[in-house]
Structures are given as C-alpha cells and as structure tokens.
C-alpha cells in the first residue's frame, strides 16, 4: 500500500496538476509509476473550523461479514441493474393529492423514484396530512425507502379568487363577470369570491384581469367600490382557488401590500411540521430575505434541523433573488406563479439564472410547474413538456416536482416514470457532451464563506472526473461536503455516509447525492474499510473498482489531503 499525506495550510493555493493526477490514474488502473508523489508547502491554518480527508483507492479485498447498511432500495436495485455511472443523479418532488395518499399508490411513487413528498398545506385537513405522513414513514422504516417529507405553506395570497364550485367553471367569450370580495357560501352564477379585501386597489377601467397565468382573460369595465365588474375578452377556465394578477399597456400592475409573508394558518403549519417531523418546509410568496431568516432562527431556537426553502414566484423576489437565495436553505422556481408576473418569454432565461446563482451559493433548486401537465388527464406526456424537463435537467437544476401530475391526476406513477426516463437520458447526453474537449465548462468561481472545503471539493470534483472513478464516497456529519461535490456536478455519483437522519434526508434533494445512514465511528480508516466492506457485500463493488474518499466527520487542527491507493 502506497499513501501520500500533505498538511496545508490553504487548500486554495495548492495545485492539483493535471500530471499528477494522470500519474495516479496510471497507478489506480494498474499501470506502474513512481510510488510516491510530495508536495513540500506547509505551513499552519489560519482556520480550524473544518478537515477533509480525499482518497483514491482501487478496491481489492474480500468483503468480510454482512452489516446493515441503511442504503435506499430503489437505489440499490438501481445500481445492480446498471452500475454507478448509471444511476439518476435529478431528484424527483411529487406532490401527495387525493389520487395518490393511500399506502399502495405512495409505495409506488417511491418505487417509480420520488425522493422527496410534497405536502401542499391550501389543501386537505390535518388529519389527512398527518395520516400521510405517517405512510410515507411506514414505508420508509417497512419497505426500505428514503422519501423525505416537505410541507409547503399557504401564504398569504392576496391575489387568490374561487368561484365557490367544487371543479372549473368555464368563462364564455363576451360573458359579464362579476369579481367581488363579499364573503358568501355556495357558488353563485357568473360571481368570483376575491380573498382580499383591497384587491382592486389602484385597478382602473381598461386593465386586464388575467387568470392562472393566462388560462382566462377579462377586461375590467366598471369598478364598485371594492369589487370589479369584467367582461371576457380571452374565453378560458376558472378553477378553485384561482391566482389573479392585473395587467396594464402589457405591463404587471406591480401592487405593494403589507401582509406578512408567513400567515396566521401558516405558523399553524409550521409547528404541525415541526410536532410531525418533517425535512422541508417550503415558504410560498417570498418577497425578501427577512421572513426566510425569520422561520430559520425559530426553528433554530427550537433545535430543530428542518431546511426552509424559499419559493421565487414574484416580481418582487425576483429583484431580491440574491439576498433570498443567500438565506434559504434552497429553493424552488414555481414557474406557474412566476409567469403570471413576468411575460411568458422570460420564464426560460429567469430559470436558468435562477439555477445558475443557486449552485454558486451552494443551494438545491427545484424546478416546479407544469412540467408534465397534460398527463394530469392524459397517460403520454407532450413532447414538448419532456423537451421542457430535459432543459431543466441540461440546467443541472437539482430536482424536478410533479405538482397536479401526482396529486389529482390518473398517471401519477406513469408520471414519475417519465421524469426519471427523461431525467437519465439528459444526464448521458450531458456527460458525453461534457467530455468533448471543445465544450465549455461553466467556472462556478469562489463564492462561499469556507474556501477551504470549497477547493477541497472542487478539486476532488475534477480528480473523480479526470481519473475516471466510479464513484465518490463522503464521510459526512452535517452534509457540507456532500453538498459542495454536489455543486461541482461530478461525473460519479456521490455516497453520502453519515450518522444523522436528518443529514440523510436533507441530502435527499442534492444532486447526484444518495444519502446512506451508517454509524460513523472517529477513525476514518475504520469507517472507509467498514462501508466498502458492506457495499462489496451486497456485490455492488467489484474488484478494479476504483472510489475517491472525502470527508468531514472528524473534527482536527489542522486541514489534510489524502490520496492513498489500495
């Protein structure tokens, strides 16, 4: 066994050349070179607050007995059937509705591939939540699943009307409709029941009341005191709880209100999640960073360890993007309510910037809306809708979320399947266009607090993929590092070993990141021995395997780089 151990003091200003790795790609794969490779700068850390450990080994030995390994069936089924470089490296949201809450078709979400389970809080009572929840535990603790758990808040939605029917109620071209914020029961014919009272504020003769984003249009031709009188202009469907925004010479009526971004129902929610257990919560109608620090430090006081999400569809996130993403713990691009504020041509390019900053400041993205839409009434999506879904994959957004698709539709699992279908082949197309020499790498730059773990990671990013490795083992308490491969996209999947639950579940929704539970002891060569001993047990490593180590379970004084073949 050769072993090369250099103590640095920033990992930043150390060079990882291209040769040297060549040169130990040669001694992995079998070809003889020099053993022994020393960098000779060291000098003391300015900082102790991490220690990352990286590794190369080429697995040889016999497996030695057979432990639990808390590794996700799906996963391990995934990886027999076609290898580390095989596995889906796009996470999958579904959201749990009517059509899919009962314990068989959740099981079948999960083993069609959904990571994480939505949970929308305007719908359902709680009891019918509770009662999913519990399932999706069931099934986790049962069947050997890893499904983490997201609630997603109401908000306050000032710009919500409902028609008072129990389904959509079609808008004839011409028809008179009248938009009121009285408080009535039942439905009334050609009346839409505003939420909020000041709606109509500032709203003149002329404008264009918009529906859902353009699934109805009305011109507004007399206003009554709070209430509007409309006439449609764009023949289409109101459905329950519609979202309404106002339009001037093409131009979004931008309208400022005072309520709070978390509503009284909201803090309700939130210590149902907290009582419950759950990974997420996503914050709806973010406006500023304020409220997204506001629920982290409650639930910090708290002691509790759910991530908050934050979810960009405004205008007004959109002008405090950065400071949002910089406070979340992630975030989720709801495109349907985003493209009701911004002109339809722009959802793309927003996207993409979106994606972009959030693997910059090392957040997860979701892309969310209408991704699969018509298979909420049809078995095969459109071929549009799946070029839409590779786009956001092409992207590198970190997951995809079925919303009506799973929740109210007949295909749900049918759903699922096409997003991991769509997911899996995306990602080959990107690998081997990646590999072409003439492709451009997009330079993520520094811009995280920890340089050291951020070159630490970026550099061992670039190590698996120009070595050829079949996978990235990380050793992982809080799921830093995890997190900051992630970032890097690598080419090999990561497993992510830690002795947190609530690491594990978090991790859920990071690229190419799968999560395994295991018990990580203060020796790191005991805890490397031990998870390769266990993998090679189930017959998932083979001998020539070839895994790169990183860790951060093991707090030290001083920061270190290994690379050890075996």
Not at 81 to 101: Q, S
Not at 116 to 126: D, E, G, P, S
Not at 135 to 147: D, R, S, T
Request: aromatic share 6%; glycine share 6%; charged share 25%.
């Amino acid at each position: 066994m050769a072993s090369m151990t250099a103590d640095l003091a920033f990992v930043s200003n150390y060079p990882m050349a291209k040769a040297s790795c060549m040169d130990l790609g040669k001694r992995v794969f079998g070809v003889p070179v020099s053993p022994r490779i020393i960098w000779s700068n060291r000098r003391k850390l300015k900082s102790f607050a991490t220690r990352a450990v990286m590794q190369v080994g080429s697995i040889v030995e016999e497996s030695k007995k057979e432990e639990c390994l808390g590794l996700d069936v799906v996963t391990e089924a995934e990886l027999r059937e076609k290898g580390f470089l095989g596995l889906r490296k796009t996470k999958l949201v579904c959201t749990v509705g009517p059509a899919c809450c009962s314990y068989e078709e959740l099981e079948k979400l999960a083993s069609a591939g959904m990571n994480v389970a939505r949970l929308n809080m305007c719908h359902n009572t709680r009891i019918w939540h509770q009662d999913v929840i519990k399932k999706i535990k069931k099934l986790n603790h049962e069947k050997g699943f890893c499904v983490s758990v997201m609630i997603d808040t109401e908000g306050s939605q000032i710009h919500v009307a409902d028609h008072g029917g129990p389904s959509s109620v079609k808008a004839e071209d011409g028809s008179i409709w009248f938009f009121t914020t009285e408080k009535f029961e039942g439905c009334r014919s050609f009346t839409v029941q505003a939420s909020y009272e000041g709606f109509a504020e500032g709203i003149k003769e002329g404008d264009e009341l918009v529906v859902d984003g353009g699934m109805a249009t009305f011109e507004v031709i007399e206003r009554i005191g709070n209430d509007l009188r409309c006439k449609c202009i764009d023949p289409g469907l109101l459905l329950p709880r519609a979202k309404l925004s106002f339009w001037r010479n093409g131009k979004l009526v931008e309208k400022h209100h005072e309520l709070p971004t978390l509503s009284t129902k909201d803090w309700s929610d939130i210590e149902f999640g907290i009582s419950e257990g759950v990974d997420f919560i996503a914050m709806s109608f973010v406006r500023d960073a304020d409220a997204v620090k506001h629920l982290k430090n409650y639930l910090l006081n708290k002691n509790k360890s759910i991530k908050v999400l934050a979810k960009i569809e405004s205008l007004e996130s959109l002008h405090n993007l950065e400071e949002i993403v910089e406070a979340s713990d992630g975030i989720m691009v709801a495109r349907g309510d985003l493209g009701v504020e911004i002109p339809l041509e722009q959802i793309p390019t927003v996207q993409e910037k979106i994606i972009i900053l959030c693997r910059q400041l090392n957040k997860p993205v979701i892309v969310a809306s209408q991704l699969l839409e018509s298979m909420i009434e049809y078995p095969t999506p459109t071929r549009a809708e799946v070029a839409d879904v590779s786009e956001a994959v092409r992207q590198y957004a970190d997951a995809l979320m079925l919303s009506g698709e799973s929740a109210i539709g007949c295909f749900g699992e049918k759903a699922v399947c096409v997003l991991r279908m769509a997911s899996t082949r995306m990602e080959l197309w990107s690998r081997e266009e990646n590999q072409q020499p003439s492709f451009p790498q997009r330079e993520l730059g520094v811009s995280l607090s920890d340089q050291i773990a951020e070159q630490i990671c970026n550099s061992a990013s670039r190590m698996a993929n120009n070595l050829g490795v079949d996978a990235v083992f990380v050793y992982t308490k809080h799921g830093q590092m995890a997190s900051l491969l992630s970032r890097n996209r690598p080419i090999p999947p990561i497993f992510a070993f830690t002795n947190e639950e609530s690491t594990q579940m978090a991790l859920n929704l990071q690229w190419g990141v799968i999560p395994i539970l295991f018990d990580l002891s203060d020796d790191m060569d005991a805890n490397m021995a031990k998870t390769i001993d266990l993998i090679k047990a189930k017959g998932m490593l083979k001998e020539g395997d070839a895994v790169l180590i990183v860790s951060d379970a093991i707090p030290t004084v001083y920061q270190t780089l290994q690379v050890k073949v075996i």
